[in-house]
């Protein structure tokens, strides 16, 4: 009888997969060779289905994050000259009981001269409204590429880069969750990847106690500023009937606010249906909504604060605001 040789990956899997006494988490180094071996497509489909849901279980920890990002940024094709990018924004969570208010947010950023590359995944969970479907109802342009994605940027000064034109390997895993049954740690990872090393990142959880491995994996990387909190539905969204904890790195600085309510508790409402007429409208002024304008104005004033563009929050919920205010309700997508 023949005994098989090892399969390279399976060391990883030991590691992390021995029991609560003998496992430990992967160094950063481990990881980042073992996230490079995933992306060259050299792990067995059992293999990576067990590697998945242990990390999902015991949860990712910052170096494992950093090792990750730092391995899969090495397949992110490179563009020459890139532009400068104000902005790097995630979105992976998709929408499923209010508007994607966040959108309009970013394009109101960008309208007024601030940079953003908003990339995230294709559509992957039944009952989920994701940017993508979302962007194109409302024109704006998906990039094919990193190279569209600068173009884009450079003429609008915003882009839309779907994980799937930046990484496809990493879309395929996340496309595994009705295979698997939970989500897997991509969905955590691939929020980091920054492909056009923005000074500025917004990051959001939906589960709270995954704020820690967000901005502790970003001061890995050597990232300076970021924001990360638990926005609606898993995206970078403020709820205006909630206070808010952000945690921030500013200048490499750790700092964490909390800001308080913008609405009363009964201003919330769910939507019954996800209606992108109607946020359309909202943007063109003949449809209101207080609760979706408080959260545009919500998000974007996080984002402003990040920047270093605001004293303080009211400084920065104020700027957000005129900037609503004023916005041309005639043009959605921006020019530079």
Not at 129 to 145: D, K, N
Not at 187 to 199: G, H, I, K, S, V
Not at 245 to 265: F, H, N, T, V, Y
Request: glycine share 6%.
């Amino acid at each position: 009888m023949t005994i098989a040789a090892e399969h390279p990956f399976a060391q990883f899997v030991r590691i992390i997969g021995r029991g609560p006494n003998l496992s430990r988490p992967l160094t950063e180094e481990e990881m980042f060779e073992a996230a490079t071996m995933i992306l060259k497509d050299e792990v067995e489909p059992l293999q990576l289905g067990a590697f998945l849901c242990i990390l999902r279980v015991r949860t990712e920890v910052p170096g494992e994050g950093a090792g990750f990002v730092r391995a899969a940024r090495e397949f992110i094709d490179k563009v020459d000259n890139p532009p400068h990018v104000d902005v790097d924004w995630a979105t992976y969570s998709g929408k499923k009981r209010q508007l994607p208010w966040y959108l309009l947010s970013a394009l109101m950023l960008a309208a007024n001269g601030v940079t953003v590359c908003m990339q995230g995944t294709d559509p992957h969970t039944v009952g989920r409204l994701f940017s993508r479907q979302a962007l194109e109802f409302l024109g704006v342009p998906i990039a094919a590429s990193v190279v569209e994605a600068a173009e884009h940027i450079r003429a609008t000064n915003f882009a839309y880069l779907p994980l799937a034109n930046m990484l496809p390997q990493l879309q395929k895993i996340i496309e595994l969750k009705p295979i698997l049954g939970v989500r897997s740690p991509v969905n955590t990872f691939a929020r980091m990847l920054n492909p056009f090393d923005a000074p500025n990142e917004m990051q959001t959880v939906f589960h709270p106690n995954y704020r820690d491995v967000h901005r502790d994996t970003a001061e890995l990387l050597g990232q300076k500023n970021m924001a990360v909190f638990k926005g609606e539905g898993g995206e970078a969204e403020r709820r205006p009937h909630k206070p808010v904890d952000i945690q921030m790195l500013q200048d490499g600085k750790r700092s964490d606010e909390k800001w308080p309510e913008m609405l009363a508790e009964h201003a919330y409402k769910k939507d019954e249906e996800l209606n992108l007429d109607r946020l359309k409208a909202v943007w063109q002024g003949s449809g209101d909504d207080e609760y979706g304008a408080h959260a545009v104005i919500g998000t974007a004033a996080i984002v402003l604060r990040l920047m270093g563009r605001a004293d303080s929050p009211l400084d920065a919920i104020t700027q957000a605001t005129s900037m609503w205010e004023t916005r041309n309700k005639e043009q959605l997508v921006p020019t530079a």
